[in-house]
């Protein structure tokens, strides 16, 4: 005999109960150390597009140097000599290629509009695997999406270097604020500082601009799937996450002292920008110098870590927002393809751990 669910609520209740069970990504607990080889299928058809929308400066744009092989502290040394992220590599030694999950990296272009956010670089647009040059924390991220979701993922970074969260990238809605005898820009305005009653010095920029092109660039993206994602067919798509990490332009005691406030109204602001207000937000903390972080640099990473939803300051925040603390992944010269500190020495190390972090910290929150 067969019945109606419908008809049934409790048997409806229960249906939509297991369908979700389904659905949900495994816990944290369930990720290995170690992933497996992806096994080169396409994801499931048929299943809206998973996006994570990844945002920052330098720190996220990624500068993991890949190799050379003898290099300590590239990919290839990582992977190929001290046999570290095997799944990145086949039995023949080529890089693996993961077909469930698109890597997409959007930038500003060259000479463009100041406001005209249409038109951009796109610097990557392949499936998920190891290119020429660099690496960022969207590898390793983009490989642990792919492991706990068996619907497709779009991984979706929008960012350009040199940029802070308390000018280039300020959110919409941000007010001017006083320190130390100046005022400070908020949204909208093309001065960065100003003593009230001088002249003010604008430039051809204005605070929050970098907040408008990427988040423009990446709209424009969710516009135009079919270029982005081969194969979408139309399923429709959910910006399951945000992915933060910045901040190296913010170390000074100005924007170090504001960046707390900046960053909670951040990520307030992206998810009503993005209509997506259940997206999990996980970011990382500066870390440069690791334990040695001192200064200007120290506040804002106790001001990323503050927003943390188990930091119990902010509730609303409590199972969806995570911060993990980067400064353990800090590699020395020593040990590095170079002593470029501020992009963290070139250690492809450094940006692995990193988007392993991040990653574990996003399959963490979507499983609850």
């Given at each position: 005999m067969s019945i109606d669910r419908n008809a049934h609520p409790l048997l409806a209740s229960l249906s939509v109960l297991a369908a979700?069970?389904?659905?949900m990504p495994p816990s944290v607990a369930d990720l290995p150390d170690q992933l497996p080889d992806?096994?080169?299928?396409?994801?499931?058809?048929g299943k809206p597009l998973q996006v994570f929308i990844l945002l920052g400066q330098s720190n996220m744009l990624g500068f993991g140097r890949i190799d050379p092989v003898d290099q300590k502290g590239t990919l290839s040394h990582l992977v190929k000599t001290e046999r570290r992220y095997p799944h990145l590599v086949d039995d023949e030694g080529n890089w693996t290629v993961r077909k469930d999950v698109r890597n997409v990296h959007v930038m500003d272009g060259r000479g463009g509009s100041l406001t005209d956010f249409t038109k951009f670089r796109d610097m990557k647009n392949?499936?998920?695997?190891v290119t020429k040059g660099h690496i960022g924390p969207d590898l390793q991220f983009g490989h642990i999406m792919g492991h706990v979701h068996e619907a497709p993922?779009?991984?979706?970074?929008?960012?350009?270097?040199?940029?802070?969260?308390?000018?280039?990238?300020?959110?919409?809605?941000s007010e001017r604020f006083e320190f130390e005898g100046k005022t400070y820009a908020g949204y909208g305005d093309k001065a960065s500082s100003w003593v009230e009653g001088e002249p003010k010095k604008e430039v051809n920029w204005y605070a929050g601009r970098q907040y408008d092109a990427d988040t423009g660039h990446a709209k424009e993206v969710l516009k135009n799937l079919e270029k982005y994602y081969p194969g979408y067919g139309g399923q429709g798509?959910?910006?399951a996450g945000f992915v933060w990490w910045q901040g190296h332009k913010d170390q000074n005691p100005a924007h170090a002292g504001r960046y707390e406030q900046n960053l909670v109204h951040l990520i307030k602001t992206l998810r009503k920008d993005f209509d997506a207000p259940g997206a999990k937000f996980v970011l990382a903390t500066i870390?440069?110098?690791g334990d040695k972080l001192s200064g200007p640099g120290l506040t804002v990473a106790e001001a990323q870590l503050a927003v943390d939803g188990d930091s119990g300051k902010y509730p609303e925040f409590k199972g969806n927002v995570k911060c993990v603390d980067a400064r353990p992944f800090w590699r020395e010269r020593e040990v590095s393809p170079s002593g470029a500190g501020y992009h963290y020495n070139h250690n492809a190390e450094t940006y692995m751990e990193v988007g392993d972090a991040l990653g574990r910290a996003i399959a963490e929150l979507l499983a609850k």
């Open positions: 979700l069970v389904v659905a992806p096994d080169g299928r396409p994801a499931a058809e392949e499936w998920l695997t993922v779009l991984v979706l970074k929008a960012c350009i270097g040199n940029r802070s969260l308390g000018w280039d990238l300020l959110p919409p809605g798509y959910e910006v870390a440069f110098g």
